[in-house]
T-cell receptor, first 108, second 116 residues
């Protein structure tokens, strides 16, 4: 079955601490994975995609096919990182499966 | 330029009534998606339109839900005989192409539907 799992509904860290938002997927094909972010009172927007191997706003995510994971990481969290984060899996046929989301709260 | 727009931003309706939600995608975007965002449920795919192809309706939860896209642009999501479990934020997104290598969905602000 095709599935995206984000085990943490809420993650709270202190400013300056490392942060890792977990994402695991289930997919038989070659996965195309993304992270989307929704800041307070803003629209949902693409943060990064694994094929680009990019770092956006200090965030990186590495695809680990062995562990079927695509965790989002940042070494030093900032207050402005507080938002809702969704992991997403493109399954072909122009369809994307989103996880349940993790709300990140960065405390001062 | 203008992003994806949705109307209304909020809709409160009584159980059993029909509602129509509107989405204006970014001009020139050929792909249009509808999602439902429920608390703790993530984003649930509802329907996808690409150009003039038949829409992918595989995500629609029941036959009370339908959607159309006129002239390859504006889309309307209709929910008939609304139920309380239909209460959610309905998000529309558009993208220029449907291929993953250039894939980015641009989301609208959503319509918050409350069924009383």
């Amino acid at each position: 079955a095709q599935r995206v799992t984000q085990p943490e509904k809420l993650l709270s860290v202190f400013k300056g601490a490392p942060v890792e938002l977990k994402c695991n997927y289930s997919y038989s094909g070659s996965p195309e994975l993304f992270w989307y972010v929704q800041y307070s009172r803003q629209r949902l927007q693409l943060l990064l995609r694994h094929i680009s191997r990019e770092s956006i706003k200090g965030f990186t995510a590495d695809l680990n096919k062995g562990e079927t994971s695509f965790h989002l990481k940042k070494p030093f969290a900032q207050e402005e990182d507080s938002a809702m984060y969704y992991c997403a899996l493109y399954t072909g046929g122009f369809k994307t499966i989103f996880g349940a989301g993790t709300r990140l709260f960065v405390k001062a | 330029g203008a992003g994806v727009s949705q109307s209304p931003s909020n809709k409160v309706t009584e159980k059993g009534k029909d509602v129509e939600l509107r989405c204006d995608p970014i001009s020139g975007h050929t792909a249009l998606y509808w999602y439902r965002q429920s608390l703790g449920q993530g984003l649930e795919f509802l329907i996808y339109f690409q150009g003039n192809s038949a829409p992918d309706k595989s995500g629609l939860p029941s036959d009370r839900f339908s959607a159309e896209r006129t002239g390859g642009s504006v889309s309307t999501l209709t929910i008939q005989r609304t139920q309380q479990e239909d209460s959610a934020v309905y998000l529309c997104a558009s993208s220029l192409v449907g291929a993953p290598d250039s894939y980015e969905q641009y989301f609208g602000p959503g319509t918050r539907l409350t069924v009383t």
